[in-house]
């Protein structure tokens, strides 16, 4: 699942910035939080272009105004097919809309089809994982069984089955996304929660009187937090790129809604002859991606190193 | 070692069985009323009138107890019998099995690139010791697994058929027409290839006894290959058998994309269709070729690593 | 291949040359096999490069072993390890030579150190856990050397590894050959390293740390056995061990490390007679196997009454089933002991033996099969609830590993006041102060209230722990293995915190040790365990001059140290 891969010795700077040793004591002040966050930044311009692109996505969906004046529905026949220029930054489409427009716009309901299907997988999942991994026992194996099957099914597959049984739409693509991806997090959840609860600082807390709730809300759950998170911002990633697979095929929003799967499918009937109707808009959803994996990465040098 | 065959066998059978479960539940209940989807479906006719609905409501068995209808359901499905699709009247079976071979042609095409390409540049990358070369190889895994899958192969269409007119923009004909697709899938099964190979071999890499090798006085090619290598791709195993049930999914957006005949073009048509028999044929399909692939991996695994062979046997846990 | 096998032939014949003017010389070589001079060592990190070794000077002589001690972070591993230039990818040498016969291995190519490593100079690593390669045959493993060095043919290359194994020491060496690495016990897997080590007959070989992952009576053989292959075949040994005892007992030659620079070398028995450092002679009294009888804990006047009995506990693990019958491990068989108020009583073994379930099952961390547990006279074996709850205020455990006991997330301060939270003892400010308080008895600074487990080092985080298990007042104290990962120095000062507070505050401990000598200057009372019963009880005293029981006396036996006339100065 995790990807700490390309540069996981230079992300952990933050969790290794202070000695091991006995040494100088450095009390990790606030300010001295924030600069050392900046520092760690700057030294990383990917991971800050990672994290600016993310910015103005969220902007984008809020406040698209802040971007484009140009309505993404009307458009001006006569001005259709316009390649990329000052006036139209990704060009025209066949109706004369503006590309760049529907874009940002359709940066909304994108976003929020995602968010969405993110928070499915992360409650769902992530209940089902803690509850597992905590109570064990035949609670365990009853769920894990059934988070097996779910895994044995494609998620894209399992996805298609629920947008049928749902129907169409940009919320129900949602949920089958998030419906999709339940299984791993339950997984990466209970695999937490078991690896802290074994841990001997565990032992310890119950060896000298904690009561069940207070382990698991003061140690375990804090402590197998970090690799959930890690997998929530990855899977934002992924559930932008499986709501966009998703509306591509053509069950997202109807046609004049301008979803980013929809976009690039709509510029393939003229691939030929506007390349921009399909290259750009591919090219906001591959930023987009490209960036909260990165940022997941980040995350997940720092908490492995916390560890 | 036939215990454990015997006992992996009958797990991929509940497997497979709770996978059809979970189908039927998705498809017969979730939503309010199957038979007017499908009616509408079927017959493309805006009207459906009442007396035709019950009719094929009780043609589909849907008037009996749901306990009823699953028992019915399964007892066919294990006998090979998903019904018959609704927008065509032919067997789910065999509109499948027609679908299956350019699709398996397809999806084998993309593993055997997503595999070579994928653990070429993990082992190229954490073999070299130029740290420029290092770092762009490793930057392009992460690349890959975040691009949209029918974005790069538009992109690819647009520049090898339109542009350069190397190879086809559509259709099935020949190995021609198998490049573009093939590699279009194995972009994002080949990124994560490299990513878990790469970091596997990165993780054999620190261990001990690559320092005993090297100690013996083996040349770095030797330490990489036939000893971190040969540790490392135990992982990656793994992580291929998990893939091969996406490479199935990924054929919907790849053959939509290619406008090529295969199981992803009659997966598509069946969702736009709402044709429910025919989704639960290719959920099941997908389950299987999932338990089948990950049985393969078990059975293959205790042949690469001794130590699996112990774990089933009777010192487990103590060694 | 071609200009790697022009270079690989060079440099072996003139070694070969001068390795037999070194045999024709016999006894009286003149020179060092190896010889380091102005040695620096640095690792790049985030924060800088780190100097690991600075300016070390070090000779080995043919047919001696050198030891080299320190504690950890002194560079001695580092020192080994360089001389093959087998450094971890960060690692530089940055300055001086490594005169190997008539070679300076720090200004040799790759490809003619390969020729070298394996060849000349064997390697016997610190784990024999994780130092083989788990997917290879033994066998195979050995034969590699042979076969890259040229001196086998395929064919043959099998046969004499299955030589080499047994010339290693390994019983049924064939059948050994064609197992895997997890199919052995640690002590077999050293023993494939040490074939790997000296299948090339080497002129040295590297011993990092060979037994200290070993229990202490497999440490004895091993060690044993790499000596006797030194004397018969003539090898050099560098031996790098944080253990003074076992360099005592092995080594001609002892190189005293500290913080990456040599503070005095010599030899053994001058060094050891007559240390001239500052810091060797801190070593030599605070290490536990070379110091004879230092009680630490004053003998209570009148016996006092019993806190914790046991009655013939018994705890069962169901093994994995195999072949339809359910099999059971008896990890305790059949354990009684008394543990009386304000002493200790030392529970030693080796692993495996059971001591640590025994105290699991003392405070019902773990359920009995049978038998029976009093806790100041109640029956606590079947404890529930409430029961358990007042169970865990009166006792409380602290752990060996120091680096795992602490949550990682919560500052010291909520660390040591978790016990007061769990029993609602006072508020916050009044739990501060306790915190405080404790602190101090532990002898740490009151600014370590707001500092997390990562920023303390291993002594001080046992400290913490200690804190934490004395918040509450409790009559009982288990102590696991409470000193096994720290530094001698460390263990010392640990030691002494236990009894002093032992004294203050009358708590009982239940002490469990791997090693004899520790318990020796803490215990009251010694049970010794092996294969899940208490072979022989006794006062320390006693137990170390007339052992009854042979288990008893082969553990002392393999205490290392033992072959050094010990001080005269200490009482027994």
Sequence with gaps: MSQSLVDDQAEAALGLGRPVGDGSPAEPGRPAGIRRVLRFLIRRPGLLLSAVVLVLVVLAAFWPDLFTSQDPLKGVPSQNFRGPSGSHWFGTDELGRDVFSRVVHGAQLSLKATLIAVLVAFVVGGLLGVVAGFVGRWVDDVLMRFVDVLLSIPALFLSLALVTALGYGTVKVAVAVGIASVASFARVARAEVLRVRQAVFVEASRSCGARWYSVLGRHVLPNAAGPVIVLATLDFGSSILAVSALSFLGYGAPPPAPEWGTLISDGRNYLANAWWLTALPGLAIAATVLAANRIARALDGEWARQR | MRRYVIKRLAQAVGVLWAAYTVSFLVLDFLPGDPVSAMAGAGMDSGQTDPAQLAKLRHEYGFDKPVLVQYAEYLGRAVRGDFGDAVSTGRPVTSTLADALPQTLQLTGAALLLAVVLGGGLAVVATYTSRRWLRQLLLSLPPLGVSVPTFWVGLLLVEAFSFKLHWFPAFGNDGLRGLVLPALTLAVPTGAQVAQVLAKSLLTALDQAYVETARAKGADRWRVHLRHALRNASLPALTVVGLLVGQLIAGSVVVETVFSRDGLGRVTAAAVTTQDIPLVQGVVVFGALIFVATNLLVDLVYPLLDPRIVVASDRRAGFA | ?572
């Design chain 3, 1 to 572: 291949m071609g200009t790697a096998a022009m270079t690989h032939d060079a440099p072996e014949n003139s070694d070969a040359r001068e390795n037999r003017d070194a045999r024709e010389n016999g006894e009286n070589v003149t020179t060092p096999l190896l010889e380091i001079r102005g040695l620096s060592v640095s690792y790049r990190t985030r924060g800088g490069t780190v100097p690991a070794v600075r300016g070390v000077d070090l000779d080995v002589w043919p047919g001696q072993v050198t030891a080299v001690v320190g504690e950890s972070g002194s560079g001695k591993s580092t020192t080994a390890h360089a001389v093959t230039r087998l450094l971890a990818a960060n690692g530089t040498i940055d300055a001086g030579t490594v005169r190997f016969g008539r070679h300076d291995l720090a200004a040799l190519s790759e490809a003619e150190l390969r020729t070298v490593r394996g060849a000349q100079i064997g390697l016997v690593p610190q784990d024999p856990t994780v130092s083989l390669n788990p997917v290879k045959r033994i066998g195979e493993q050995v034969a590699e050397v042979l076969r890259i060095h040229g001196l086998a043919t395929r064919r043959g290359a099998a046969a004499e590894a299955v030589a080499v194994l047994d010339r290693a020491g390994l019983p049924d060496a064939a059948v050994r050959a064609r197992q895997y690495p997890h199919e052995l016990s640690g002590g077999m897997r050293q023993r494939a390293l040490i074939a790997i080590a000296i299948a090339a007959k080497p002129r040295l070989i590297i011993a990092d740390e060979p037994t200290s992952a070993l229990d202490v009576t497999v440490q004895r053989i091993i060690l044993d056995h790499l000596q006797h292959l030194t004397e018969e075949s003539g090898t050099a040994i560098l031996l790098v061990t944080h253990d003074l005892g076992v360099a005592a007992d092995r080594a001609q030659r002892l190189v005293v490390m500290s913080q990456g620079k040599v503070v005095e070398a010599g030899e053994t028995r001058a060094v050891l007679a007559d240390p001239q450092h500052d810091y060797t002679r801190r070593l030599l009294a605070s290490a536990p196997s070379l110091t004879t009888a230092r009680p630490r804990t004053p003998v209570p006047a009148a016996p006092a009454p019993p806190l914790v009995e046991a009655r013939n506990l018994v705890k069962e693990f169901r093994l994995p089933r195999a072949g339809g019958e359910t099999r059971t491990l008896r990890a305790v068989d059949d354990v009684s002991l008394t543990l009386r108020r304000g002493q200790t009583l030392a529970l030693v073994g080796e692993s495996g033996s059971g001591k640590s379930t025994t105290a699991r099952l003392v405070l019902r961390l773990a359920e009995a099969t049978s038998g029976q547990v009093l806790f100041d006279g109640t029956d606590v074996t079947t404890a529930k609830g409430a029961e358990v709850r007042e169970l865990r205020r009166r006792a409380q455990l602290v752990y060996q590993n120091p680096y795992a006991s602490l949550d990682p997330r919560f500052s010291i301060g909520e660390v040591i006041t978790e016990p007061l939270r769990a029993f609602k003892v006072g508020d916050r400010a009044s739990r501060l102060d306790r915190a405080r308080v404790l602190l101090d008895r532990v002898a740490l600074p009151a600014a370590t209230l707001e500092r997390r487990p990562a920023e303390l080092s291993g002594g001080q985080r046992q400290r913490v722990a200690i804190a934490r298990a004395l918040a509450l007042s409790p009559d009982l104290v288990v102590c696991d293995e409470p000193v096994s990962a720290l530094d001698v120095s460390v263990q010392a000062q640990v030691l002494d915190l236990l009894a002093e507070l032992q004294a203050d505050t009358g708590v009982a401990y239940l002490f469990i040790s791997h090693d004899l000598a520790v318990v020796r200057q803490i215990a009251h009372q010694v049970a010794v365990m092996r294969a899940g019963r208490i072979v022989e009880t006794g006062p320390p005293e006693d137990l170390f001059s007339e052992p009854r029981h042979e288990y008893t006396r082969e553990l002392l036996a393999a205490i290392p140290g033992g072959r050094v006339p010990a001080p005269e100065t200490t009482t027994s």
